[in-house]
C-alpha cells in the first residue's frame, strides 16, 4: 500500500507540473553505476551513484532507480518515486533505494534499472550492471557519504528536520520548492548539518529541497506536510 501511494503521488506530481521540459532520451552506454552503498543513516536504504556522461542530450527527466536485481535474478531494491527532477551529463548523482539488505557482500555484483520519464505513457528505462563494465569508473565519483540527507518527521505535521553532511561546516544554501517548481522558501548561510523547516502558510503536500554550496554537488530530497 505505501509502495502503491509513493507512486500515485508521484505520477500525480508529473501531471500537475505547469511547466513542461524537453522529453530526451540518452544512450544507455553513457550511464555508469559508480558505487553502492549501506545507508547509515537511513536505514534499510542503499545508496547507489550513477555517472552519466551523454553529452547528447541536455538532461534526463525525473530518473529514479526502479530495481536492483542480484545475480540470481532476485529483486533486492526498488522504488518508484522520482528524487531528482533532472540529471546532467558529466554528473555523479547518488539515489536512495529502499531496501531489505542490511549489508553488502564480497565482490557484489547486480543489475540496476535507472528509470526516467519522456512524457509519453511509459518511462524509458536503462539496465546498467554493476560493477560498471563500459570503462567510464574512471571517472571521478562523488562519495555516497557527502550526499546523505535524513529528513524527520517525514510526512510531518508543523515542522520538518532535514540533517546533512557538513563536516567542515561549509556555508550553505536551503531552498524548499512545491509540486510546480516555485521556490517557496530559501535559508541561506547554513553553516551546521541541520536545518528546521516550519509549516506555517505553507499548504499540505510535496515539497522537493535543494541544498547547495560553492564547488559542490547539490543535495537533494523530498518532504511532506500533512
Do not use: W
Request: charged share 15%; aromatic share 12%; proline share 5%.
Amino acid at each position: 500500500m505505501k509502495t502503491l501511494f509513493k507512486y500515485l503521488l508521484s505520477f500525480g506530481l508529473l501531471l500537475v507540473l505547469n511547466y513542461k521540459l524537453d522529453a530526451q532520451i540518452a544512450n544507455c552506454d553513457y550511464f555508469c553505476v559508480t558505487d553502492i552503498q549501506i545507508d547509515t543513516i537511513n536505514t534499510n536504504s542503499l545508496l547507489v551513484s550513477v555517472y552519466m556522461e551523454d553529452t547528447n542530450v541536455t538532461h534526463i527527466n525525473y530518473p529514479f532507480i526502479d530495481l536492483i536485481i542480484d545475480d540470481n535474478g532476485d529483486t533486492i531494491a526498488s522504488d518508484l518515486s522520482f528524487e531528482f527532477f533532472t540529471q546532467f551529463p558529466y554528473t555523479n548523482q547518488t539515489y536512495e533505494v529502499p531496501t531489505g539488505l542490511n549489508h553488502i557482500p564480497v565482490n557484489f555484483s547486480c543489475t540496476v534499472k535507472l528509470a526516467y520519464h519522456t512524457f509519453s505513457p511509459d518511462e524509458t528505462a536503462c539496465f546498467l550492471p554493476f560493477p560498471c563494465t563500459n570503462g567510464l569508473t574512471k571517472t571521478k565519483s562523488v562519495g555516497a557519504k557527502s550526499r546523505r540527507v535524513k529528513t524527520y518527521p517525514n510526512p510531518a505535521n508543523q515542522y520538518v528536520i532535514i540533517e546533512f553532511y557538513n563536516p567542515e561546516q561549509n556555508s550553505h544554501t536551503l531552498t524548499l520548492f512545491d509540486a510546480k517548481q516555485h521556490i517557496v522558501q530559501t535559508v541561506k548561510d547554513i553553516t551546521g548539518n541541520k536545518v528546521i523547516f516550519k509549516k506555517q502558510n505553507l499548504t499540505s503536500g510535496l515539497y522537493l529541497f535543494r541544498i547547495l554550496s560553492s564547488g559542490q554537488m547539490p543535495i537533494t530530497g523530498k518532504l511532506t506536510f500533512n
